[in-house]
């Protein structure tokens, strides 16, 4: 398969696939995180078609991993309908700033020449993935959760009105607007990184709000369904999104998710939020080899 003027292996993008549907399953993300630095790095996609079509393969992976999670009754489902209409507006301002960077042209990075909007958002993925990492060990060094129970995170303790109850968690009288900027925060970064925002939401989830980890998982998954569908249709727009690329991704993506969904019931807590930190600081690793160790 050519994409962009280079020639991918298909049982290449197959398998990296069916790991980008795991990782969704089990953590409640859309796997962007880890499916567009690896495009990028591995199969040498531009940055801008590898943010647009991580965001089309993500519709299938987060599809059947919320309908994995939903048979399995995890996730607030009113959480994800607050967010929701913030989501798209955070998107469509991302989109816009990739269109921007991308216009830009290239640079001079450390003796190589390169577009800006590749080392513009490689160096944000090592940032922002390093302190989501940094968070989800700390919390995966704690007690285990049980559903009974929610401790009250600091962004459930703002009382901006209107206030909403959470049955599934139970956890009662949450802002609404704080839960609907949440929303506008992920979506940009939906739009921007190809990310579907699940992997800043979860830890969002956790220590913001006091989320159980299994409850968590399976309520962002449905507002980064949400995000990849309006960010794919803006992307393609700017020609960001190759659907042959995508549709390979999501063969193998779309059986993942729902064996890594089924495993979220069975692995402790404590080792979810380890393993899933695991899996961001592998990609850290990546993405700084690819700045700063590959050869020109």
Not at 164 to 172: F, M, T
Request: hydrophobic fraction near 55%; glycine fraction near 14%; proline fraction near 4%.
């Amino acid at each position: 398969m050519e994409v962009a003027g280079q020639v991918l292996s298909l049982p290449g993008v197959l398998a990296l696939g069916v790991i980008v549907g795991l990782v969704a399953g089990m953590f409640g993300v859309g796997g962007g995180f880890l499916l567009t630095p690896l495009l990028v790095i591995i199969f040498r996609v531009p940055m801008a078609v590898a943010v647009g079509t991580g965001l089309c393969q993500m519709v299938s992976t987060a599809t059947a991993a919320s309908l994995r999670h939903r048979k399995l009754g995890q996730g607030e489902r009113r959480f994800d309908l607050l967010m929701m209409a913030g989501s798209f507006v955070g998107v469509a301002t991302g989109a816009k700033v990739i269109a921007e960077l991308k216009a830009a042209g290239d640079v001079a990075f450390f003796g190589k020449t390169v577009p800006l909007v590749s080392v513009t958002l490689q160096l944000v993925y090592i940032v922002f993935l390093l302190f989501v990492a940094g968070v989800m060990w700390r919390s995966g060094r704690g007690a285990t959760e049980t559903l009974e129970y929610v401790r009250r995170g600091p962004m459930a303790r703002i009382r901006l009105p209107p206030l909403v109850d959470l049955p599934r968690l139970p956890l009662s009288g949450v802002s609404a607007l704080v839960v609907a900027y949440v929303g506008v925060m992920m979506g940009f970064l939906s739009g921007l990184l190809g990310i579907g925002g699940g992997v800043a939401l979860m830890p969002v989830m956790l220590y913001g709000f006091g989320f159980p980890m299994r409850q968590a998982a399976g309520t962002g998954i449905l507002v980064l369904l949400a995000s990849a569908c309006f960010g794919t249709l803006l992307h393609a727009h700017q020609g960001n999104v190759h659907l042959g690329l995508a549709m390979v991704l999501s063969i193998g993506a779309s059986v993942s998710a729902q064996v890594g969904a089924l495993l979220t019931n069975k692995l402790p807590t404590r080792r979810l939020r380890q393993a899933f930190s695991f899996v961001v600081v592998f990609t850290v690793v990546a993405i700084f080899w690819d700045l700063f160790g590959r050869s020109a």
